[in-house]
């Protein structure tokens, strides 16, 4: 399990991949305590903010067509354990959590394989992440 304050990143690069992981808020979420980005080659993709709902495109993130839920439906309470899943498949990044949708998006830079991180805010825990290695469709 990793809490935040410190970003959490993988030593391999990865081209397109699917991470699936768990995270919480803390009871108290303090100021900046409940953001979460995941970062890879193509930029970073907002999880969360501090209401446990999904962060607004700051516009620093390099993407088109992006559909968020901004305001997540279901936010997600302090204390309480989210699963999330990004899937990235070269150009397309898709974010679900609890099996709603909130991110979709098309990256704006060419593809590249980096490792991946995580960003999160002080106090959020992170655990049971796992990522696969996704094949490249060929066109």
């Known amino acids: 399990m990793a809490t935040g304050g410190a970003n959490l990143?993988?030593?391999?690069?990865?081209g397109p991949f699917e991470l699936v992981f768990d995270w919480k808020l803390p009871a108290k979420p303090a100021q900046g305590g409940g953001r979460l980005?995941?970062?890879?080659?193509?930029?970073?993709?907002p999880?969360?903010?501090?209401?446990?709902?999904?962060?607004?495109?700051?516009?620093?993130?390099?993407?088109?067509d992006v559909k968020a839920d901004y305001e997540a439906k279901t936010p997600i309470k302090p204390n309480t354990w989210a699963r999330s899943v990004l899937?990235?498949?070269?150009t397309t990044a898709t974010l679900t959590t609890n099996?709603?949708?909130w991110f979709k998006a098309t990256t704006t830079k060419?593809?590249?394989?980096?490792t991946i991180a995580f960003s999160p805010g002080a106090g959020l825990e992170i655990m049971n992440v796992f990522i696969r290695e996704l094949k490249e469709e060929k066109k």
């Open 47 to 64: 999880v969360l903010d501090l209401n446990g709902m999904m962060a607004t495109n700051d516009g620093d993130i390099p993407w088109k």
């Open 9 to 14: 990143r993988t030593e391999k690069k990865y």
């Open 99 to 101: 099996g709603a949708e």
């Open 37 to 45: 980005g995941i970062v890879f080659a193509q930029g970073t993709v």
């Open 87 to 90: 899937r990235f498949d070269g």
């Open 110 to 114: 060419p593809r590249a394989d980096d």
